[in-house]
């Protein structure tokens, strides 16, 4: 279950291509081993955040769920674990703070009233930023973004592994979904078609009833290495982001009031991200990149 989409990237060390709002991750100057484990630095390297001082910080409670691996789960023996876990203790490491963090799981719908009632002092669970959640809380900077991504069945004769190869050919996408609407805004050259479910898609996909699938690329990535596909698919070259289709990205979530927290956020995870250290947290749970 996805709580989040997302927005707009500046991945390091590959080539971005902006086309009319949408934005094609390439591996064209990179070893395409590196672009495909790369994780997009979000934090510009010469933009210095200001981190306050948080020695009068009480506490720092993160609230989470069970609910959404691999960001955040609980383990055979019933610990959190999960991607989300271990960027909020990174975060409170890198603020030098771990004493005074704790992270408490919740059901999803009880988050937002937990922390507005002061239950918890951030949100780390894949919530969606919204204009109506804006006016009562605010956002950390967004740290990871969930591209869009086609997959192709291996099956079928199609030259080469670009998007361009698709041009005339049937591609699915579930009905009614931001990635139809992005299909057919920015990929006019296939021929997008539609079913009632991702289920029916990805069993269309197995059967060649369609020549590819464009998705949300986290459930895609896990789905073409699990055995529900029967290994019958691959990803293609290429991954898709745009903020007006599919959000700003994963952040944290306070209350209005926390400035210097949410600053203070900010700053950990801009370290965070340069030092490679996301890098290797997003490798130990999503070991078949989404880029």
């Not at 704790?102 to 507005?116: G, H, M």
């Not at 078609?193 to 690329?217: I, N, S």
């Not at 289709?245 to 801009?270: K, N």
Request: charged fraction near 20%; glycine fraction near 8%; charge should be negative.
């Amino acid at each position: 279950m996805v709580h989040a989409k997302v927005s707009s990237l500046d991945l390091k060390g590959v080539l971005a291509f902006l086309v009319s709002g949408c934005v094609l991750l390439s591996s064209a100057i990179v070893p395409a081993r590196v672009a495909a484990q790369q994780l997009p630095v979000l934090f510009d390297a010469n933009e210095r955040l200001p981190r306050p001082d948080l020695s009068t910080l009480l506490r720092l409670r993160f609230l989470t769920t069970t609910d959404f691996p691999p960001f955040n789960f609980a383990d055979q023996t019933g610990r959190l674990a999960g991607f989300h876990v271990e960027l909020a203790r990174e975060i409170c490491s890198e603020l030098a703070i771990e004493a005074k963090c704790q992270i408490q799981a919740l059901p999803y719908a009880d988050l937002e009233k937990a922390l507005s009632e002061g239950q918890g002092e951030a949100v780390i669970a894949g919530v969606g930023v919204t204009t109506e959640l804006r006016r009562s809380f605010s956002f950390s900077r967004p740290f990871m973004q969930l591209p869009a991504r086609f997959v192709r069945n291996a099956g079928v004769d199609i030259p080469g592994n670009e998007v361009a190869s698709l041009a005339g050919r049937p591609v699915g996408v579930v009905k009614g979904t931001a990635h139809e609407a992005m299909l057919k805004a920015f990929f006019p050259d296939v021929r997008s078609t539609g079913f009632a479910d991702r289920g029916a898609m990805l069993q269309a996909l197995k059967e060649k009833k369609v020549d590819a699938v464009f998705a949300d690329a986290l459930q895609l990535s896990f789905w073409t290495a699990g055995e529900a596909s029967g290994h019958c698919c691959t990803m293609m070259d290429g991954a898709y982001v745009s903020e007006k289709f599919l959000g700003e990205g994963l952040t944290i979530m306070l209350r209005q009031d926390e400035g210097a927290l949410t600053a203070a956020i900010d700053s950990a995870l801009a370290a965070i991200s340069r030092d490679g250290r996301l890098q290797e947290i997003y490798l130990r749970y999503f070991p078949n990149s989404l880029y």
